[in-house]
């Protein structure tokens, strides 16, 4: 294990601004791989207009496929205010009991038997080395850090990967470390020790996957970053989707037949969010911008996923935004052709968000399906991404907590939810994507 306090990076600054060459990524994804490498995969790594590189089909792929599975490079625990803290950083079960925190004092969630395992001990080492100033309770920031911190642990040819991987200089990100430093005594302040901490920490936060994953009946929610299935390039109606096998593997399938030649490409949003919900996401969090054909149709092959009721006294049309290129469109209704200012409708598409969102948080299933039934249509249509949300909640809670018994017209109302919600899928040209799979209860 490389000793922190005196650590300089394998890989030098003059290096953290190269390209590495794309037969040299493809020789360490290679190693990467290990037992999943395929002897003669359906995919290869080349240059992308998208971005840079990319992964393209080198044979015909039909739908359905299973392109690759691939093992984590760097994974760690979302610490989500929302999540379960209390779940093992090593094998993410779930710790009952009062004895959540490490004995030996290194303030990290672990299990009695991944206590005295290896990674936990060089994990628990450099903890212990730094002081931590709390070890009453887990606290967050540090726990979220655990995943970027497990870089020290990578060997030469693994570090050479990361830094081949994009990373999108972030300030937000850059805070994970100033959050994580507050907690300890003696948080490294060594210059070059802290820039390989910032790189990776940008590395991790461009291209991290978060999933959930079930161990022993525990749902649980990770950050993993996939070297490989992180170079699937954007389109926001993809050929290709992606579910966890576990919380440290990948599995990646193609939605529809692609063809030899074609970039395989993945979604980076919600495949359901409207266009300026995807636009405004890839903005903020991947610095970029998307002209797919899916983005330039207002209408998104006729779901109406951004649709809000016309504001017109005496007109029951639905407005949609009427340029695909801003982040401020002017929005016109499909019926009177009223337009109306981005302002005004970003106002209603607020209401319509905060309203069923707090919803979502606080109603039971009955509450929010007598909601989404009796409510919502009078001030959102129907298609709506956010209603459709709602929706897939419902489906979501009614899958999930199977010791629940439901009524005949509940579990009529979830049909109908999944049979539009599928149809909207299937305007879209989803293909058999995670989603469709998981409405329809072919993966768990």
């Known amino acids: 294990m490389p000793n922190p306090a005196a650590f300089t990076p394998l890989i030098t600054d003059a290096q953290l601004s190269s390209v590495t060459s794309t037969p040299e990524l493809a020789r360490?994804?290679?190693?990467?791989?290990g037992k999943y490498r395929q002897s003669d995969p359906a995919w290869e790594v080349a240059e992308s207009v998208i971005s840079g590189r990319g992964i393209f089909a080198r044979r015909d792929i039909a739908a359905c496929e299973e392109l690759f599975r691939e093992h984590t490079l760097l994974v760690g625990p979302t610490a989500h205010k929302n999540t379960k803290l209390n779940t093992c950083v090593i094998c993410y079960c779930l710790i009952e009991g009062p004895?959540?925190?490490?004995?030996?004092?290194?303030?990290?969630?672990?299990?009695?038997?991944?206590?005295?395992?290896?990674?936990?001990?060089?994990?628990?080492?450099?903890?212990?080395?730094?002081?931590?100033?709390?070890?009453?309770q887990i606290n967050p920031c540090?726990?979220?850090?655990?995943?970027?911190?497990?870089?020290?642990?990578?060997?030469?040819?693994?570090?050479?990967l990361l830094y081949a991987m994009q990373a999108n200089a972030d300030k937000y990100y850059l805070r994970e470390v100033a959050n994580a430093s507050a907690c300890f005594k003696y948080?490294?302040?060594?210059?070059?020790?802290?820039d390989y901490f910032h790189r990776t920490i940008c590395a991790f936060n461009t291209n991290a996957f978060e999933g959930r994953s079930k161990v022993n009946g525990h749902e649980i929610m990770v950050r993993a970053l996939f070297p490989l299935a992180g170079l699937l390039n954007h389109e926001c109606t993809p050929n290709a989707s992606h579910h966890f096998e576990?919380?440290?593997?990948?599995?990646?399938?193609?939605?529809?037949?692609?063809?030899?030649?074609?970039?395989?490409t993945t979604s980076y949003t919600k495949v359901l969010w409207s266009n300026l919900a995807r636009k405004l996401f890839l903005g903020l969090t991947k610095h970029f911008t998307c002209h797919c054909r899916r983005c330039q149709d207002p209408t998104e092959n006729g779901t109406y996923l951004s649709a809000l009721f016309c504001r017109e006294q005496n007109c029951k049309g639905i407005v949609i935004p009427v340029q695909t290129k801003t982040m401020q469109p002017d929005w016109r209704c499909?019926?009177?052709?009223?337009?109306?200012?981005?302002?005004?409708m970003a106002r209603y598409q607020d209401f319509?968000?905060?309203?069923i969102n707090n919803r979502i948080n606080a109603s039971s299933v009955q509450e929010m399906i007598n909601f989404i039934n009796e409510l919502c249509p009078r001030f959102c249509p129907p298609s709506n991404y956010v209603l459709i949300?709602?929706?897939?909640?419902?489906?979501?809670?009614m899958s999930r907590f199977t010791d629940v018994e439901y009524t005949p017209e509940e579990l009529e109302h979830c049909e109908r939810y999944r049979s539009e919600i599928l149809e909207v899928l299937k305007k879209l040209g989803a293909g058999d994507c995670t989603l469709k799979r998981l409405i329809s209860a072919e993966i768990d």
């Open 28 to 33: 360490l994804l290679d190693l990467h791989l």
């Open 99 to 136: 004895d959540v925190l490490c004995l030996a004092g290194c303030s990290l969630p672990v299990c009695r038997t991944c206590s005295q395992s290896e990674q936990h001990e060089k994990e628990c080492k450099l903890f212990r080395k730094w002081i931590p100033k709390d070890l009453t």
């Open 142 to 160: 540090s726990l979220r850090i655990l995943s970027t911190i497990r870089c020290f642990f990578l060997d030469e040819d693994q570090r050479k």
């Open 187 to 194: 948080f490294p302040k060594d210059p070059e020790m802290l």
């Open 246 to 264: 576990n919380a440290e593997t990948i599995v990646v399938t193609s939605t529809r037949a692609i063809a030899k030649g074609e970039e395989i």
């Open 334 to 344: 499909v019926t009177c052709e009223t337009v109306f200012s981005h302002a005004k």
């Open 352 to 355: 319509a968000l905060n309203t």
């Open 389 to 397: 949300e709602a929706k897939l909640n419902v489906i979501w809670r």
